[in-house]
């Protein structure tokens, strides 16, 4: 284990395996659908990868980065997209891919983008979900793991950029966000 850890939250056998089982749901439910999987950089990267080599359908991928607008304390949700999607979503089966849920304000915000642009359905797949932390009423349609409000790295989460590239996801340990 990194030493900046204070505990493994899921460990690397235990996030792949329930991988496989959300792919094999996913890959039900979008056999005929083409999805477009959007990938929210940079968080969702891992879980991405994973996933969809556990799908064996037709699928297409893309990629998006949104950032926070304004205070964290304000309930617009309102995001600023960082980089867009080179595919338009019109008519699409849009699944979009996180690592985790917090507040839920970003991908409302997205999802109701996605709607604007006349995609033809948009669900949510997250790895994790925090709903204690929650802001607005939000719930994914696919989601591994609920999780308690500890702060967490790894597996294509960060601190200041770091430890994205954990294959398992940890609690951090205090002293090194504290202070
Ligand atoms: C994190 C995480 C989710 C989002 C969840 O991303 O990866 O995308 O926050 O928070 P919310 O539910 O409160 O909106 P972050 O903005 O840190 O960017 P990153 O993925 O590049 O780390
Ligand atoms: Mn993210
Ligand atoms: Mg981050």
Not at 53 to 70: H, K, Q
Not at 154 to 169: Q, S, T, V, W
Request: glycine letters at 6%; aromatic letters at 6%; one cysteine or more.
């Amino acid at each position: 284990m990194h030493q900046d850890m204070e505990e493994i939250l899921i460990s690397e056998e235990q996030i792949q395996k329930r991988v496989k089982e959300l792919a094999a749901e996913l890959k039900k439910d979008y056999a005929d659908l083409n999805p477009l999987c959007i990938c929210i950089l940079k968080g969702a990267v891992p879980f991405m990868a994973d996933l969809i080599r556990a799908m064996d359908i037709p699928l297409e991928m893309d990629f998006m980065a949104v950032s926070s607008y304004g205070a964290s304390t304000q309930s617009s949700g309102v995001v600023r997209i960082v980089k867009d999607l080179e595919t338009s979503v019109e008519g699409r089966h849009v699944l979009v891919v996180e690592d985790i849920i917090d507040s839920g304000l970003t991908l409302s915000h997205l999802i109701e983008l996605l709607k604007a642009r006349n995609a033809k359905s948009v669900k949510v797949v997250t790895l994790l979900d925090k709903p204690e932390r929650r802001k607005i009423n939000l719930s994914p349609d696919y989601s591994g793991f609920t999780i308690p409000n500890k702060f967490i790295v790894g597996y294509g989460m960060d601190y200041a950029e770091k430890y994205r590239n954990l294959p398992y996801i940890g609690v951090l340990k205090e002293e090194l966000y504290r202070s």
